[in-house]
């Protein structure tokens, strides 16, 4: 496999420290081929096992095999946060990019994705201990500000819905202080366990009729008649093909992936349960999920048990050493931004590689010169409702009905080529200094 990481990156130690592997799914078999079905999936995340549920609904003979267990990547160490997102693209951009009703359309996505994750939770009865009426973005300067006081009428016309400014004075009386200048709050979106979510998402797709295996990783893919996936205990032979490992894809399988997806890293540690007189002190008592407004920002939600989680992307080295000088970057940054914890233990750290894509949309869509494989990938670190929400689209371009919910053209348009292909991450390390410098 061609990975752009260090071994490192895709072995357990990022993911030792994780909050929820307490939540960990039960061991499922690995595949033992040869065997054939009608859709292979490729990734057992939100996406895969999205995608799974709603063949196997449809009646569609639906096998996916993940190469370490369901809920290893991604989907199940992340932050929770299910909200709008997966692009890095304005309406202007996307106006002139794929037409005047482009932006629209998009934004309807956006928020079906969310309502998409709420029904499944609903419909299949997973607890996934929800909670947050909304999300609430908070500006680190005046000038941010100024900027989401601006922002405020067009969030309303886009998404439909009424967002809620808040002026600096108001925050310590929501519940929320910290360093910042103001916020504004949009109603649609809510945070949860992702294990809990990802976990109930494999059962159903299981009762559904959907084969879910753990420990098969796919080593290569061959076209012919159809598609003969080569794992360690034997071939699987598709009708069609569906691609679903995100930021942990390798370049060669298949080589259409070559330098079309730059994953990033994404780094959370979590507090210990904290004491009400510990929320009083630091005046932090709000269950909103929240995020500031810098560009590379910060993530951060008071859970259920009264843990703090705050999370952080940077980071273009994986290596132990990498990591652990990223660990004390973090913390010195929750630190200072919520002082009266600083001397709270934090036995959690973890991270893991959320997917950017050069054109700054996700990707759900036919591969090209690859009929009958699809994909969907790049969800710049809002993979909870949109890579659900791609599952869900995948699922019906794979039987090739059009689907009955938005589907943008900007999803559809194959990612271009990142420059400097295997040596791509290079160009992160001048984007993340950049955006450290206007972060400022």
Same mark, same amino acid.
């Given at each position: ?139 680190? *300067?005046? #000038?941010? =500000? %100024?900027?989401?006081? /601006?922002? +405020?009428? $067009? ?129 932090? *008592?709000? #269950?909103? =999920? %929240?995020?500031?407004? /810098?560009? +590379?920002? $910060? ?142």
């Amino acid at each position: 496999m061609q990975r752009l990481y260090e071994d490192h990156a895709y072995s357990d130690a990022p993911l030792s420290g994780c909050l929820w592997t307490a939540d960990a799914a039960p061991a499922r078999a690995a595949f033992d081929g040869p065997q054939s079905t009608e859709v292979a999936v490729i990734g057992g995340g939100f996406t895969g096992l999205s995608a799974a549920l709603h063949l196997a609904e449809a009646g569609t003979e639906v096998t996916l095999l993940e190469a370490r267990h369901i809920g290893w990547g991604a989907s199940g160490r992340n932050g929770g946060f299910c909200c709008l997102g997966g692009g890095m693209i304005s309406n202007p951009q996307l106006a002139r990019r794929f037409g005047p009703e482009a932006p629209a359309i998009y934004r309807a996505a956006e928020k079906a994705a969310v309502a998409l994750v709420a029904e499944r939770l609903a419909r299949h009865g997973i607890d996934a201990e929800t909670h947050s009426e909304g999300e609430t973005l908070l500006a680190h *300067t005046p #000038r941010h =500000m %100024a900027a989401l006081r /601006r922002e +405020l009428p $067009h969030v309303a016309e886009v998404y439909g819905v009424t967002p809620q400014l808040h002026e600096p004075a108001d925050l310590a009386g929501l519940g929320i202080t910290g360093p910042f200048h103001g916020g504004m709050t949009i109603p649609l979106g809510f945070a949860l366990n992702p294990r809990k979510y990802v976990n109930g998402l494999a059962g159903a797709a299981e009762a559904a009729g959907a084969r879910l295996h753990d420990a098969s990783p796919v080593t290569a893919i061959t076209q012919g008649d159809g598609f003969t996936l080569t794992t360690p205990k034997g071939p699987l032979k598709a009708k069609r093909l569906i691609l679903a490992t995100n930021g942990y894809s390798s370049d060669d399988i298949p080589g259409w992936l070559r330098a079309r997806y730059m994953p990033l890293q994404s780094n959370i540690l979590a507090t210990r349960p904290l004491t009400e007189a510990e929320l009083s002190a630091q005046g932090w *008592t709000s #269950r909103q =999920m %929240a995020y500031d407004t /810098r560009r +590379l920002l $910060h993530y951060f939600r008071l859970l259920p048990d009264n843990r703090f989680l705050f999370g952080m992307r940077g980071g273009t080295f994986t290596t132990p050493r990498a990591n652990a000088q990223f660990r004390c970057k973090i913390e010195a940054d929750c630190d200072a931004m919520f002082p009266a914890w600083a001397q709270v233990e934090r036995p959690h750290f973890w991270s893991g590689l959320v997917c950017l894509a050069r054109n700054r949309t996700p990707f759900v869509g036919p591969i090209p010169e690859m009929p009958g494989a699809f994909a969907g990938l790049a969800f710049h670190g809002n993979g909870v409702a949109m890579g659900s929400y791609a599952g869900r689209l995948l699922a019906d371009l794979v039987r090739d009905k059009q689907p009955d919910a938005p589907y943008p053209a900007a999803f559809a348009t194959p990612p271009r080529r990142f420059p400097l292909g295997r040596h791509r991450r290079a160009l992160l390390a001048l984007a993340t200094g950049v955006m450290s410098l206007l972060d400022r």
